[in-house]
C-alpha cells in the first residue's frame, strides 16, 4: 500500500520509532506533533485534523499521541483528567474521523495506538484507562458502520501494547499508581510496536497485541471482572517488585526509550 502515511505524537519516541519504521517500509511519512516533528498538529483541533488530511490525502494513518495523567481518578484535578480525555480518546476519533473522510473513494488504512489497558481495570491509570477502551469501542464500531454501507477498502485495527518502558512511565517512575504497567516479567519496546503495526498494515487485522501472549491474558481475564478485581492486589505486588527493578536500573543509569 506505501504511499503517505501520517504518525501523530511524532515528536519522540514510540512516535519517532513509528515514523523511522514506516519509512523503512515505503511510506512517505509525515511526523506531527505540537513541536519538534515536520508538521505541527494539535489532535484535539477536529478542524486542523480534517484539514491535514484534506492536504496530504494519507493512505495511513496512525493515531499514536496519547498521555498518561495517572493518579486517582476520583481525586485527580479536572484539567488532568480534561486532557487525557482530549488528547487519547477525541484526538483519536477526530484524526480518524478525517482521515476516513480523506479516503473515501480511494482506500487506506487507520491504526490506533490502544492499550492492553482497553481490556481490564488498571488501578492508577483508570482514566488512561477508559480513554484506551473508549479507542478500541470507537475503532471496532466504526469499522462495523463502514462494512455496513458496503465499504471495504479503508481498514481500521487497533494495535494494544503492553506498559513500554518509555518516557511516558520513567517520566513517573516514582508514582507507585504505575505498578500495574509493570506487572509482566518485561516490558514491550517501541520497535516491537513499530513491527507489529507494519505487520497489521500488511496483513490487516482489527486487533493485534504486543505481545500476543499478555494479549490472550487480558482478554481472558475481561471475560470475568469480578475475578479479575479479586486477583488485582496479587498483579499489583508483581508490578510493584518489578516497578523497584526499574527504578534501580533507572538509578544506575540503564537506558530508557522515548514516546
Known amino acids: 500500500m506505501p504511499g ?3 504518525v501523530t505524537g ?3 519516541g514510540l512516535g519517532r520509532v513509528l515514523v523511522e519504521r514506516l519509512g523503512r517500509a515505503g ?6 506533533d505540537l513541536e519538534g516533528a515536520d508538521r505541527r498538529l494539535d489532535v484535539t483541533d477536529a478542524a486542523a485534523c480534517r484539514e491535514l ?7 495511513v494513518w496512525v493515531n499514536n499521541a496519547g498521555v498518561l495523567g495517572a493518579g486517582d481518578a476520583a481525586t485527580q484535578p479536572d484539567d488532568v483528567v480534561d486532557r487525557v480525555i482530549d488528547v487519547n480518546l477525541r484526538g483519536v476519533i477526530h484524526g480518524t474521523r478525517a482521515a476516513v473522510a480523506s479516503m473515501r473513494g480511494r482506500g487506506g488504512h487507520v491504526v490506533q495506538i490502544a492499550s492492553l489497558a482497553s481490556w481490564v481495570p488498571v488501578p492508577g491509570e483508570t482514566v488512561y484507562a477508559a ?15 463502514l462494512w455496513s454501507q458496503g465499504v471495504r477498502d479503508i481498514r481500521l485495527s487497533a ?9 511516558m512511565l520513567t ?9 500495574l504497567s509493570f506487572s509482566a516479567p518485561r516490558l514491550v519496546t517501541p520497535a516491537q510496536v513499530a513491527e507489529r503495526v507494519v505487520e497489521v498494515l500488511e496483513r490487516p487485522r482489527l486487533i493485534a ?14 471475560a470475568a471482572p469480578d475475578a479479575m478485581l479479586r486477583a488485582a492486589p496479587v498483579f499489583l505486588r508483581m508490578g510493584l517488585a518489578n516497578l523497584e527493578k526499574v527504578r534501580g536500573q533507572a538509578g544506575a543509569g540503564a537506558p530508557t526509550s522515548g514516546r
Not at 517520566?171 to 505498578?179: G, I, P, Q, Y
Not at 497485541?209 to 475481561?222: F, I, K, T, Y
Open 159 to 167: 494495535v494494544c501494547p503492553d506498559g513500554m518502558l518509555t518516557p
Open 10 to 12: 511524532a515528536a519522540g
Open 53 to 59: 488530511a484534506d492536504e496530504l490525502r494519507p493512505a
Open 4 to 6: 503517505t502515511a501520517v
Open 27 to 32: 511510506y512517505d511519512v509525515v511526523g506531527v
Open 171 to 179: 517520566d513517573v517512575l516514582h508514582d507507585d499508581a504505575l505498578a
Open 209 to 222: 497485541s504486543v505481545p500476543r501472549w499478555r494479549g490472550a491474558q487480558v482478554r481472558l481475564m475481561a
Open 131 to 145: 480513554t484506551k477502551a473508549g479507542v478500541l469501542s470507537f475503532t471496532l464500531g466504526l469499522q462495523s458502520e
